[in-house]
């Protein structure tokens, strides 16, 4: 089978209309990606889909960077990259004159792991699997040999990864039949984006809660006072159950600690992204300085390495995985066993344009193949954009069903792609404004 074309789309959501997806740092974001179709010269015309989610204005720029490796991938065959799939990535983030805009983070990094996700996607469909699933099938070795170990094996080596996922075969039928049972946990975001109405966050929490779900997230940040209002909300109708807060990187280290010290008074699970995401030394200071809070990060931290030394100076509480911040699935397997590694929690960051129905394969992945455990650890779920899939990601009662339809459960719907297409698709004629007040959605 040989992939006989790219097509990459710059496919916007005007959602700062509702200020759906608002925090501190994106205040009026456009839910966006660049989406990938790599075609094939198969009898049934397989395809395989990626994307990479992006905010709004820029999106062109992955486009354009995804187009700039497109060569890499094109002619080949699914059989040849499968087979050589470390050396297949390391084509794409080592290319020699592209590499020096990265090297394996930013723009370029983006634009790889909608590539690389793509093929995972077609390769799981060949298969007739869901992704998870291809996943857990593999052989260890065959995992192993997917991974990129440079720069990374000083903390994780070959070895090191191949007896984590050996260990991890006995009990995985029971896993899988939990699961399919069960879903894996997930918790929402949909309550607490920053721009909402307090009355707003209250009815949406109670409908959580009601729902099924026992842990809700809120945007924090800009304003203490008004942090601290919406948090007594929150706890008001959580009770018990989990609240969890995310600064989305808006304060600086002296500020996250001082901040977190007023906040603290809601008896927060985690603080989310509380300073830079390339502060590893910030991160380990304010962990120990507002201890037993959590921290967690992760959705903007650019690659393994950077994951790596988040976990080696002891600087965070949890691993929050993006699954195309980083490289693709590849990419993605070494931040899951480097977690196990030092038996750092993975949570998967989600929400966005098809983030949740990317990560449930890698959560589900981690939960029978690696980690063998659901112990705090949970998905977050924004209940926004799905019905843009062709097989979207589902949450009942608070959990993440099992996807069962082979691939990545990325592919999207074709009316969605023609409709919402930038700049030319109908969602965005006439354009816009600037500040989201006039539009034909």
């Known amino acids: 089978m040989k992939i006989a074309s790219l097509d990459v789309r710059d496919i916007r959501f005007p959602t700062s209309l509702s200020l759906d997806g608002s925090d501190a740092m994106h205040q009026r974001p456009d839910y966006s990606c660049a989406y990938v179709t790599l075609r094939t010269d198969s009898p049934g015309e397989l395809t ?35 087979t050589e799939m470390r050396t297949f990535w390391r084509s794409l983030t080592s290319e020699d004159q592209l590499r020096w805009l990265g090297p394996e983070k930013g723009v370029i ?30 052989e260890p070795r065959q995992l192993v040999d997917a991974i990129d170990f440079r720069y990374i094996d000083d903390a994780l080596s070959p070895a090191d990864a191949l007896a984590i996922l050996e260990a991890m075969r006995d009990g995985r039928e029971a896993r899988i039949a939990a699961l399919e049972e069960s879903g894996y946990p997930a918790y929402t975001t949909s309550a607490g984006w920053l721009g909402y109405t307090d009355e707003k966050v209250t009815a949406l929490a109670q409908e959580a809660v009601a729902s099924g779900f026992t842990h809700i997230k809120m945007k924090v940040g800009q304003d203490l006072t008004s942090d601290a ?58 962990r120990r300085e507002i201890a037993p809070i959590r921290v967690a990060t992760g959705e903007h931290v650019q690659n393994r390495v950077i994951f790596k030394q988040l976990f080696q ?18 990419e993605a397997l070494a931040i899951l066993l480097l977690a196990a590694k030092f038996e750092i929690p993975v949570c998967p960051h989600a929400g966005g344009v098809g983030l949740c129905e990317y990560v449930q394969h890698l959560a589900m992945f981690d939960y029978v193949a690696v980690s063998g455990t659901t112990e705090n650890r949970v998905v977050e779920w924004v209940d926004h954009l799905h019905e843009h899939f062709v097989h979207p990601a589902t949450v009942r009662h608070g959990r993440y069903v ?40």
């Open 109 to 138: 990094h983006l634009a790889t792991g909608a590539i690389v996700n793509a093929v995972w996607d077609l390769w799981a469909k060949r298969e007739g699997k869901p992704l998870y699933r291809l996943l857990i099938d593999l």
């Open 229 to 286: 209002r919406r948090a007594a909300l929150l706890r008001g109708v959580l009770g018990s159950h989990s609240l969890m807060m995310d600064a989305n990187q808006y304060w600086g280290v002296d500020e996250a600690v001082a901040a977190m010290r007023v906040l603290g008074a809601y008896d927060p699970w985690w603080i989310e992204e509380p300073t830079s995401p390339d502060d590893i030394l910030g991160h380990a200071r304010i």
């Open 402 to 441: 099992v996807p069962t339809a082979p691939g990545y459960s990325i592919e999207m719907v074709p009316e969605s792609l023609d409709r919402f297409e930038f700049p030319g698709g109908a969602a965005w004629s006439p354009p816009l404004a600037l500040d989201g007040t006039v539009g034909a959605v």
């Open 48 to 82: 395989g889909c990626g994307l990479t989610f992006t905010n709004g204005r820029g999106t062109e720029i992955v486009v354009a960077a995804v187009r700039a490796l497109e060569h890499l991938v094109v002619g080949r065959t699914l059989e040849e990259i499968t």
């Open 313 to 330: 100076a002891d600087a965070v509480d949890v691993c929050q995985l993006d699954a195309c911040r980083v490289g693709g699935v590849n």
